[in-house]
């Protein structure tokens, strides 16, 4: 069975970090990308990061540049995503998500080239 866990979302101040987790299994981690997404209500699910670290290949998006790091331990098939510098317009609950070899992109990655998600875990950033 295949599975993605999120966890580490919380509720923090502007300015403020948290390292999101994601514990993947049923599926074979090193040949798939993994991306965060994020989604608030009412719009679209949005691309935040995807690593493939066998490729040494990491995207982030331009919201979250300089700000977001995302990395990988393979040996444990988890990805982390390390979030500071947090606004207000990072509120969202963020989804972690695998991507097969025939459709992994290393850049501006769409839902759609995902098969297997997460369950979400929710990010608030108080102002």
């Known amino acids: 069975e295949v599975q993605l866990v999120e966890s580490g979302g919380g509720l923090v101040q502007t300015g403020g970090s948290l390292t999101l987790s994601c514990v993947a299994s049923g599926f074979p981690f090193d040949d798939y990308g993994i991306g965060w997404f994020r989604q608030v209500p009412g719009k679209e699910r949005e691309a935040v990061s995807c690593i493939k670290d066998v490729e040494n290949s990491r995207w982030y998006a331009d919201p979250v540049k300089g700000r977001f790091f995302i990395s990988s331990d393979n040996a444990k098939k988890t990805v982390f995503l390390k979030m500071n510098s947090l606004t207000p317009e990072d509120t969202a609950v963020y989804y972690c998500?695998?991507?097969?070899?025939?459709?992994?992109?290393?850049?501006?990655?769409?839902?759609?080239?995902?098969?297997?998600w997460g369950q979400g875990t929710q990010v608030t950033v108080s102002s």
């Open positions: 998500a695998a991507s097969p070899p025939s459709k992994y992109s290393d850049w501006d990655p769409e839902p759609e080239e995902y098969d297997f």
